[in-house]
Structures are given as C-alpha cells and as structure tokens.
C-alpha cells in the first residue's frame, strides 16, 4: 500500500537530549514537509524539501535539523536548542507544488 | 506565517444539519484546500478549488472561492456524527512554495 509512515507515534526526550522523527513514503513525491501542530493551533511550518539534497527552513526552523539523502525519507531532529518541543509532529508529501499533500499519522514528542 | 484564518473557531451542530465554515486568506493564491483531521491523527485531504474556480462539489461537500474577497467557504451538508473533526483551510502559492495552514475549525455533530 503506498502511503506515508511516522515513526514513532509517541516519543518521550529528556532535557537537553536530541531526538530524531522519522518519516518515509512510498508515493514517489519529490516534496517533504515538517509541520508542528500546538494543541488547538493550526500548522507552522519547519522545514520542506523540494528535492533530494535540497531542503529550505520554513516559520519556526530554530532548534530543528532535517536531511534529505533519499527521496523517500525525510527525518528530522528536534536539537537540545529547541526549548519548548513538545508538540505535535506532522509529515505530508506531495508531487509537487498546487497538488494535495498526503499527511502521516504523526508523532507526538513530549518533554519528560 | 498562517494565511489562511477559519471561522467559527468551534462549531456544535446536531446530527443531519449543515455545517458551514468559512476560511479567509491575505495574499494571492493558486488554489485553496480543504482538510479534515481526526483528534490526535494526521490531516486528510478534502477538496482543492483552484483560483479560477467558484464552486466546487464532493458527495456532501460544497466549496466555494471568492478571490475578490480572499475568502472561502466549506458547506457539509446532512451532517453525521462521523463529521466530528477538525477542519483546515491551506493555500497554495505560485510555484512550489509549501501549504500554508489556518488554526482550523473545530466541529461537533451531535447525534
């Protein structure tokens, strides 16, 4: 089945501790996407790729790192900079530009 | 930077009445969609109306898009207790600028 995968779905960091989240999809897209997702807030953005070994910050990229080594994957590091990372963590694909974009289940982080 | 901004921000309709929201944005767009959320889980992709578009349908869905007044509507009609979710309003830029999401409406169908 294609589609996109988080994992995992929860996820417990000590301070001062990095932590990465994983997302993979099978959907042959070419653009990734991070979103943070604050308890009744809309989506910010934190980073985006549009290709392989391309990526770009987006609204809150301070304390977060991403890489892009595989189409399929697009992983990303919550740093011991980010002060305040418990949220909700979100993944979506999409072809390209003006297509709909395909969510993962996301991966709730909290701060322990 | 959030474009697009939802209202109401909560909504409590009882089983069989419509629900409408209503998503108002700043700048020009491409298109705009719709997503449903379901709590705790990821967004589910609606309905895409593109900027030369008016109105759009899906089974009991109905959007419209007035690009003069940088607003958009999503009507569900005949609401289910299933409807219960949160509803997301994101638009798209020229080229391949990424989506950018409103806080999103927060729907209750009573039953």
């Known amino acids: 089945d294609g589609g996109i995968t988080q994992s995992p779905k929860y996820l417990f960091r000590k301070e001062g501790q990095n932590v990465t989240l994983s997302c993979e999809q099978n959907l042959n897209h070419d653009a990734m996407y991070w979103y943070r997702q604050d308890p009744g807030q809309g989506l910010r953005l934190i980073y985006y790729s549009q290709i392989v070994n391309d990526f770009q910050k987006g609204d809150i990229a301070e304390g977060y790192s991403v890489s892009r080594e595989k189409k399929e994957s697009f992983p990303l590091t919550v740093t011991s900079a980010q002060k305040n990372p418990t949220a909700f963590y979100l993944c979506a694909s999409r072809t390209s530009g ?10 709730r982080l909290t701060v322990v | ?6 209202d109401p921000q909560a909504l409590s309709i009882q089983e ?8 108002s944005y ?9 997503y449903r959320q ?5 967004l589910v992709h609606l309905i895409l109306i593109r900027s030369n578009e008016r109105e759009k349908h899906s089974g009991r869905l109905r959007v419209t898009l007035d690009t003069s007044k940088k607003s958009s509507s999503l009507l569900i009609t005949a609401s289910r207790a299933a409807d219960t979710a949160s509803y997301f309003c994101a638009t798209d830029g020229s080229g391949n ?6 806080k999103g409406t927060r ?4 039953a």
């Open chain 2, 1 to 6: 930077s959030q474009q697009g901004e939802e």
């Open chain 2, 107 to 110: 729907l209750s169908v009573i």
């Open chain 2, 97 to 102: 600028t990424p989506l950018v999401f409103g």
């Open chain 2, 38 to 42: 379901n709590s705790g889980r990821g």
């Open chain 2, 26 to 34: 700043k700048t020009s767009i491409n298109n705009l969609q719709w």
């Open chain 1, 98 to 107: 003006n297509t709909e974009a395909f969510f993962g289940q996301g991966t």
């Open chain 2, 16 to 23: 069989g009445e419509n629900a409408t929201m209503n998503c």
